[in-house]
């Protein structure tokens, strides 16, 4: 019994003290949590982080792009990100004569700064609960596809309701699985200029080897400017529009920071799945992520032996190769640290825990006794199908001339309906002749092929026979299971590996031409594999979805129930979110443990000027040998690169502002270590850390290193 007490009182205190760092709140209702970061070492009110009313720290962050999130530090619309955000936006300005992401580009006034058309930042207006307006007309007798089509009309209404007569965009967002539905409503400023970036060497220092890694150096930051009319809304881009007034600019602190102090990380975090139950777990862990890092290795060591052949090929192919690395490395982390935390079991007890619970009453039983037995279910289901799903994309479409030649598709389509004109067929010509330019531009058709051998091979021997396209059954009995054979064939033959022969036949291209495009070997495949995955695999992925998503929704509300005392925090949909937590190192495994922070003289002990990665840029070299670091430095006379902290974060949350204790600006989080990527399904405090770069670096290198020290007297700077 004694020992009973006290392993019951353990375990509670484990739960409170695993609760404590994991979370990404919503702003709006942050008075819940004001108590719990008070008490972590908070100095200000939740008014002064979310307000409707007042002006308050949540006006200075912005959705940048699609998928970041940027902080505004001036009153004239500048805004910080990371480097990686900012990454296509600086590469598409650079060529041979202007490299601007070798050697980085700084305006040096407000007429050098460079437009960005596509690029865009929204600015959340508010955001509001309209479960009850979205729900109306809902139960529980509905289908799952009836359910979906009142929710839908219900959302038309709110938001049209919502947009009239003003400029605002408006969206609503299902939390906890569509128990309950947000309106955002957001500004959305389209004129965006870069204004400064570092080079390569230190926006990117350490590149693919350090990605996910502590300890790091990375200097992942890049400065861009809100542009906006004379009236200070949005606009689209004209030489007539002036800097954004903002409401409220972020001070950034040069007071630093030291391990345990608090921290805040206010962004916008993508996707995670912390109720996932542990069927979908196991799925992830055994199935799912295997194949795609298997499939990834394949592609990448192909990619990395021609890059290390051909320095042409190394350009063309740095940016695949590290979209692809990215979620590669964060697979292997993520399974890693999912095993090495005992998730699948952890979710089992809770599980356990739920379904004893569910059986204790007529009315729960009916509503959520069910729930796990009917994961199981689905999960098996769906695990082949989710498989090959998987197949198609990574082997499937790992081949770039597939997914080349699917867009002519279109074209096909277009040309065999008698309705369609010749002006629309001209339109799609020329829109294809524009990708042509840029395919070819970064295509290594030798690599393509090698790629193409190696994944078709793998998707043959282990996708189940029902799912293996026609057109690929076919060659494989004709070339007796000899991929080369059947490779040299179609890579020979195809017009899809001369991009000569692709031009002409666009320039001369008819209607009637598209059987052409029918015949050829490379275009009948990529069809082929098309066509298994619209008849085969979507449809009953999709049907299977939507049951497990409505599982998921019933299961969240019955954990909610379960215990009414905890606060769930809703998984992440690319809505604003608080995260908070400490400055903090940690232990990834026995004997090691990580220091909270790097300093500028471990980017010299890095420095190795035969890895591409680790080399150090001369001036940078200079500027630390005079330990020339102005008012940056740290109180312990160093300079202070990068950080980590147990803020919980996820993809999305790259260029999130860290805050200190006072709502100023310490750092700009960019990535997460290895060994805590199992977070978007498990959090844990030992092995989680956000990592971040420190703004005085960041300031440092404007300042000192590229000479734009102007940019600095916009910025509010707080000793
Ligand atoms: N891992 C970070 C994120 O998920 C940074 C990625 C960009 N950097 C890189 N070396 N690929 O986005
Ligand atoms: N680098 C990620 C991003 O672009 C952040 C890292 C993470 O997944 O936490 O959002």
């Known amino acids: 019994m004694y020992k009973y007490i006290i392993y019951l009182f353990i375990s509670l205190i484990s739960v409170n003290i695993a609760y404590s760092d994991e979370g990404m709140w919503i702003p709006l209702l942050l008075s819940d949590r004001i108590e719990d970061m008070k008490s972590m070492g908070l100095k200000i009110s939740a008014e002064e982080i979310y307000s409707i009313n007042n002006s308050s720290i949540k006006d200075a962050i912005v959705l940048f792009g699609g998928g970041c999130t940027a902080e505004i530090v001036s009153p004239s619309g500048l805004i910080l990100t990371n480097h990686h955000c900012g990454y296509s936006a600086i590469q598409s300005h650079s060529s041979i004569e202007t490299d601007y992401l070798a050697n980085g580009f700084w305006a040096m006034n407000k007429n050098e700064e460079l437009p960005n058309p596509g690029l865009k930042v929204s600015i959340l207006v508010k955001m509001e609960d309209v479960t009850d307006y979205v729900l109306k007309g809902v139960n529980s007798d509905l289908t799952e596809y009836k359910r979906n089509e009142i929710i839908e009309k219900n959302i038309a209404v709110i938001i049209k309701e919502t947009t009239d007569k003003n400029h605002y965009e408006a969206r609503v967002v299902p939390f906890y699985y569509g128990n309950q539905y947000y309106l955002i409503v957001s500004e959305v400023f389209t004129d965006i200029r870069l ?335 098309y066509d298994v995955y619209f008849n085969k695999i979507i449809v009953p992925y999709k049907k299977l979805s939507i049951s497990i998503d409505s599982l998921q929704r019933i299961y969240m509300a019955g954990l909610m129930e379960m215990m009414p005392q905890k606060q769930f925090y809703p998984d992440a949909n690319s809505t604003l979110r608080v995260a908070y937590g400490k400055v903090q190192g940690f232990s990834p495994a026995d004997a090691i443990t990580y220091h909270w922070h790097t300093v500028l003289e471990g980017i010299i002990e890095k420095e190795d000027s035969t890895i591409y990665d680790y080399r150090v840029d001369d001036k940078l070299k200079e500027l630390n040998s005079r330990k020339d670091y102005g008012p940056c430095s740290d109180k312990d006379g160093t300079m202070h690169v990068a950080f980590i902290a147990s803020n919980h974060t996820t993809g999305g949350n790259s260029g999130s502002p860290v805050l200190n204790a006072y709502g100023e600006l310490i750092g700009i989080n960019f990535d997460r270590c290895w060994e805590g990527t199992m977070s978007d399904y498990y959090y844990d405090i030992s092995k989680c850390r956000n990592i971040s770069v420190d703004i005085r670096y960041c300031l440092f290198i404007i300042d000192k290193y590229a000479g734009a020290g102007y940019l600095l007297d916009e910025m509010t700077i707080v000793k």
């Open 195 to 529: 204004v400064g970036a570092p080079p390569s060497s230190i926006g990117k220092f350490g590149g693919d080897t350090d990605n996910w890694v502590w300890p790091r150096h990375t200097g992942d930051f890049s400065i861009f400017r809100i542009y906006a009319d004379k009236n200070n809304k949005p606009a689209p881009y004209s030489p007539d529009n002036v800097p954004y007034q903002a409401r409220k600019h972020l001070k950034i602190s040069l007071k630093g920071y030291d391990e345990g102090d608090f921290t805040f990380v206010f962004g916008y975090p993508g996707t995670t799945n912390e109720y996932a139950p542990s069927y979908q777990i196991s799925m992830i862990v055994f199935d799912e992520n295997p194949v795609n890092i298997a499939l990834r290795e394949k592609r990448l060591n192909i990619i990395d032996k021609y890059m290390n052949k051909n320095q042409l090929t190394r350009i063309q192919y740095s940016a695949k190769y590290a979209n692809i690395a990215n979620y590669w490395k964060k697979m292997t982390g993520e399974s890693k640290g999912l095993k090495a935390t005992g998730a699948i079991e952890e979710k089992m007890n809770l599980e356990k825990q739920f379904q004893q619970w569910a059986n204790t009453s007529p009315e729960r039983i009916k509503k959520y006794s069910g729930v796990l037995p009917a994961f199981e279910y689905y999960y098996k289901q769906i695990n082949p199908v989710n498989n090959t799903f998987n197949y198609f994309i990574e082997a499937g479409l790992g081949v770039e001339v597939i997914r080349f030649a699917w867009n002519f598709n279109s074209l096909v389509e277009m040309s065999k309906n008698k309705n369609v004109n010749d002006v629309d067929i001209s339109n799609k010509v020329n829109t294809l002749k524009k990708s042509v330019t840029v395919f070819y531009k970064n295509y290594n058709a030798d690599l393509d092929k090698e790629i193409f051998i190696s994944l078709y091979e793998d998707y043959y021997k282990n996708v189940e026979k029902c799912y293996i396209p026609d057109e690929m059954a076919i060659n494989v009995k004709k070339y007796r299971g000899d991929f080369n054979k059947w490779a040299n064939k179609i890579f020979s033959e195809s017009m899809f590996l001369c991009e000569k022969r692709v031009i002409d036949f666009l320039d001369s291209y008819k209607k009637n031409d598209y059987k052409k495009i029918e015949k050829d070997p490379v275009y009948k495949l990529t069809k082929s594999v």
